[in-house]
């Protein structure tokens, strides 16, 4: 993986025999390793927010139930009062 400045460890040799950008192979396949990480990291992260939506979505629909039943509750209260 790359440093704490984001380099591959690897020299970029500009203007290397064959080389018309300055990376080689290896700096291609570091750079796709990265991007591989990246991308897995982010799905990872996609699957736990999926998850962590579902359950708030869980919760709210368990809260409005339990508001809603509260509610009703404290309308029958007074009625149940009466004789």
Known sequence: ?????GDLGMPVE??????????????????NSMLD???SCLDHLEEKNDH????????????RQTRLEFQQQLG???SDASP
């Open 1 to 5: 993986m790359s440093g704490p400045n």
């Open 14 to 31: 500009a203007g290397a025999e064959g080389e018309e950008d300055g990376f080689g192979e290896a700096e291609y396949a570091a750079i």
């Open 37 to 39: 990480q990246i991308n």
């Open 52 to 63: 962590l939506h579902a359950r708030l979505q869980e919760l709210l629909e368990s809260n």
């Open 76 to 78: 029958e209260a007074p």
